[in-house]
């Protein structure tokens, strides 16, 4: 679990811009039976939050094709006041997340920046897997309008509760129906620095992205006087050169470079160069946003990250900015203050359970209130012998349990 986005004359103490950065190890083992004081590891659900401080957490750095090490685009904010907040839900992310051990109940809260697949395909699995494992609440979106209604987040969410129909409608009769309810707040994704949210100290604002079609956003966070900055999929433009200048983190993307598009994603130089330059940003204009802009620490992402491509990247980064920088990966961790900034890496089981939050789950339907989604005629065709095979477990759990 090395950190193995810090360029080796960023590690340790440095002092960039008159500001201390802490990365990785250090301290003094007082004895033999004693702990390490500073590690490079997070483990989740260890630490609290103080009260001024942001744990910002990339749940997802990658691309829309699939990877096992990186999922697509999410990072999840969490703020010492205790509210947690979801900016993308890409492909995959969620095993991520899930593995952070967060009660369901507190992860409703999601910022779409755009509607790219790699940026909202886990909403599935938020939004089901959620629902299964203990949210009692309904999910709340917020994300931009399109052009047109039909390239909006509303349009997107309505149609994707449509798609999901079967899935929503068998597990309403099981469960209250209540947590599988998403409600959506949409902006105008032409709206500069505009509030889209604004509750208990928190601020987070959007400012448009020129990425592929009218639409895509970044998101300004605002808390305890810091300013985390999450910039969605974008060339560069002066909306983020403006109203992300001065932030505390300021996450941008990164994208591979043409000559890596061509050798090892199979694009032909015509569409690397497009996709690599025009549509998404090339490691050298990002390193230009980022001395511009001048953020305490800067993220690139949204390539896969491997020590070719990293390098590669790194190098382009370099000819224009040589300021604090992570180039993330999957389960990096930046814990945010005013005094310090830290990266670390997560530390977190395969195999982890959902954790149930305070509330108590709501009731199920009552019988007969919700229409039963299985037919006579299918369950006519149960199979005798297993209902016996099983008899003897089922009824002494049920009386265990006070059950009928
Ligand atoms: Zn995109
Ligand atoms: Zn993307």
Known sequence: ???????????????????????????????????????????????????????????GTGLPAARRDQAATCFLAEVGNGDKFLFDVGTGSMANVAA???????????????????????????WAGGWTAGRTKPLRVWGPNGATPDMGTAYAVEHFLKAYNWDGKTRDFVLSA????????????????????????????????????????????????????????????????????????????TFLTPADLVRLYGQSPAQAIGVGTQIHTSPQAFGKVMSTIKPRHAVGYHFFNEQATHDDILRGVLQTYTGPLSLAVDNMVWNITKEKITERMIVSPDQAWAVNGPNRPPKPPAPGSVPDP?????????????????????????KEHGLD
């Open 178 to 253: 209540e947590p599988g309810k998403i409600s959506v707040k949409e902006f105008d994704y032409k709206a500069v620095n505009a509030v889209v949210y604004q509750e208990n100290d928190v601020t987070i604002r959007s400012v448009p992205a020129i990425h592929a079609g009218d639409g895509p956003v970044s998101f300004i966070l605002e808390y305890a006087g810091l300013k985390v900055v999450i910039g969605g999929d974008t060339f560069p433009n002066k909306w983020y050169i403006e109203h992300a200048a001065n932030a505390d983190l300021a996450i941008h993307e």
């Open 374 to 398: 299985i037919s006579d005629f299918i369950k006519a065709g149960r199979w005798k012998p297993a209902e016996k095979a099983q008899a003897s477990m089922v009824n002494s759990f049920k």
């Open 1 to 59: 679990m090395k950190p193995r986005t810090i360029p080796a004359f960023l590690t340790g103490v440095v002092f960039t811009f008159g500001i201390m950065i802490l990365l990785g190890a250090g301290g003094t083992v007082k004895s033999p039976t004693g702990t390490a004081p500073d590690r490079y590891a997070y483990y989740p659900g260890t630490e609290e939050l103080a009260k001024d401080e942001i744990r910002l957490i990339a749940c």
């Open 100 to 126: 952070l051990m967060i009660p369901y109940d507190f992860l409703d809260k999601v910022f779409l920046t755009h509607l790219h697949t790699d940026h909202w395909g886990d909403l599935a699995t938020l």
